[in-house]
């Protein structure tokens, strides 16, 4: 039992707030954020860095900056989401991303289960490497957001370990994401919609151009654009539902 008389255990966050989804096939959506601290991975173009490592405090982004102690209980987080929710809303999803929830996945099951209890749609945003964290927090979350992490991006291959949790996660409304750059290679591409289809074909994939490229003053965001736009065409050859979509945050320059 931690300080607040709570049995579930507490978790490291980065931070919480209220925004607009930037990614995937609920972008656009108005939703609570609420990033774990910690991530093995390590992808060249991660662009939520300062959430790999644990720190001493959780920020929370409300009408006032404020701090909480990591690491935080799950009531104190799900007060957290809901005073957000109250003050930015109506909202009525919430988003565990990170960092990598799953590399705490007790703390993340009670969370997500508190949060539905508070009448929030839970969407969990993982890296796809640990089926037996999506086991562990599965039955509280609503939505899942899944990357594949291409090897050209992490510096090794996941296959097996994303197709433990594409099957983990096949119950579930699931779609899958992977980022694209001008290192993308064909072989792993196509080895990334084999992965899904084997699995299901109709699992939904959405192309992330880089944004890094995408939105630089340079000249290799049209040829970023165009190379999707292939990949796309070759993706749809497998898989039912093939969609490209930017980070929509980044365009609009919010959280």
């Known amino acids: 039992m931690n300080a607040s008389g709570d049995t579930a255990p507490g978790g490291w966050?980065?931070?919480?707030?209220?925004s607009l989804q930037g990614e995937g096939l609920y972008a656009g959506?108005?939703?609570?954020?609420?990033?774990?601290?910690?991530?093995?991975?390590?992808?060249?173009?991660?662009?939520?860095?300062?959430s790999k490592r644990?720190?001493?405090?959780?920020?929370?982004?409300?009408?006032?900056?404020?701090?909480?102690?990591?690491?935080?209980?799950?009531p104190r987080a799900a007060e957290a989401a809901a005073d957000l929710a109250a003050s930015?809303?109506?909202?009525?999803?919430?988003?565990?991303?990170?960092?990598?929830?799953?590399?705490?996945?007790?703390?993340?099951?009670?969370?997500?289960?508190?949060?539905?209890q508070r009448g929030f749609r839970v969407h969990l945003d993982t890296n796809g490497v640990d089926a037996a964290g999506f086991e562990a927090v599965s039955g509280h979350i609503d939505v899942v957001a899944m990357d594949i992490k291409l090897p050209?991006?992490?510096g090794r291959a996941y296959?097996?370990?994303?197709?433990?949790?594409?099957?983990?996660?096949?119950g579930k409304e699931l779609f899958v994401?992977?980022?694209?750059?001008?290192n993308t290679r064909d072989d792993e591409f196509l080895m990334a919609v084999e992965t899904i289809a084997d699995v299901d074909d109709t699992i939904p994939?959405?192309?992330?151009?880089?944004?890094?490229?995408?939105?630089?003053?340079?000249?290799?965001?049209?040829?970023?654009?165009?190379?999707?736009?292939?990949?796309?065409?070759?993706?749809?050859?497998?898989?039912?539902?093939?969609?490209?979509?930017?980070?929509?945050?980044?365009?609009?320059?919010?959280r």
Not at 13 to 18: D, I, N, P, T, Y
Not at 32 to 50: N, P, Y
Not at 159 to 170: D, I, N, P, Y
Not at 177 to 182: A, T
Request: proline share 5%; net charge positive; glycine share 8%.
């Open 177 to 182: 994401k992977v980022v694209i750059d001008m």
């Open 88 to 116: 930015f809303g109506p909202v009525s999803s919430a988003s565990i991303t990170g960092g990598e929830p799953l590399e705490q996945s007790a703390f993340v099951s009670s969370l997500a289960a508190s949060l539905r």
């Open 159 to 170: 296959w097996s370990e994303h197709r433990a949790f594409l099957a983990a996660a096949a």
């Open 13 to 18: 966050l980065s931070e919480l707030f209220c």
């Open 152 to 154: 050209s991006a992490t």
């Open 205 to 254: 994939l959405v192309l992330q151009p880089e944004s890094g490229v995408l939105f630089s003053s340079g000249g290799g965001a049209r040829a970023l654009v165009e190379r999707v736009q292939g990949l796309q065409r070759t993706a749809l050859k497998r898989l039912a539902r093939v969609r490209v979509i930017p980070q929509c945050h980044r365009i609009l320059r919010i």
């Open 29 to 50: 959506e108005r939703q609570v954020f609420i990033r774990t601290a910690g991530c093995g991975l390590e992808c060249v173009w991660c662009d939520t860095a300062f």
């Open 54 to 74: 644990r720190t001493e405090w959780c920020v929370v982004y409300g009408p006032d900056e404020t701090r909480i102690p990591n690491p935080v209980s799950v």
